[in-house]
């Protein structure tokens, strides 16, 4: 199960930390990724940490501004965001999969209930 906190609103050009805690004991089998979903628009990716943490991925419209990470001793993946833009504004989901960090949503094998996120203009 996965538990995704940390969103709310915020002006544009602020921050936010989103987390996600996952309960069980085979978090570190994971690749975690972050997903969000804006009204009226489809879901798509934002960012993916492989299983140990070495290795990041991004969507190219948060390269820059948002970072990823994960703590396996807290079963807890962050989604850093600085800089944030009107555009960002969405639900944003975490999610598992056991394949690779550049696995399509398809592939992942379980999802948060989202956390919203608001950036006023």
């Known amino acids: 199960q996965l538990q995704a906190s940390g969103g709310g609103l915020v002006q544009a050009g602020g921050s936010l930390r989103l987390s996600c805690a996952a309960s069980g004991r085979t978090f570190s089998s994971y690749v975690m990724g972050w997903f969000r979903q804006a009204p009226g628009k489809e879901r798509e990716f934002v960012a993916a940490?492989?299983?140990?943490?070495?290795?990041?991925y991004y969507a190219d419209s948060v390269k820059g501004r948002f970072t990823i990470s994960r703590d396996n001793a807290k079963n807890t993946v962050y989604l850093q965001m600085n800089v944030l833009k009107p555009e960002d504004t969405a639900v944003y989901y975490c999610?598992?999969?056991?394949?690779?960090?550049?696995?399509?949503?398809?592939?992942?094998?379980?999802w948060g209930q989202g956390t919203l996120v608001t950036v006023s203009s």
């Open positions: 999610a598992a999969n056991s394949y690779s960090e550049k696995a399509p949503a398809a592939m992942y094998d379980y």
């Open positions: 940490v492989s299983w140990t943490g070495g290795s990041t």
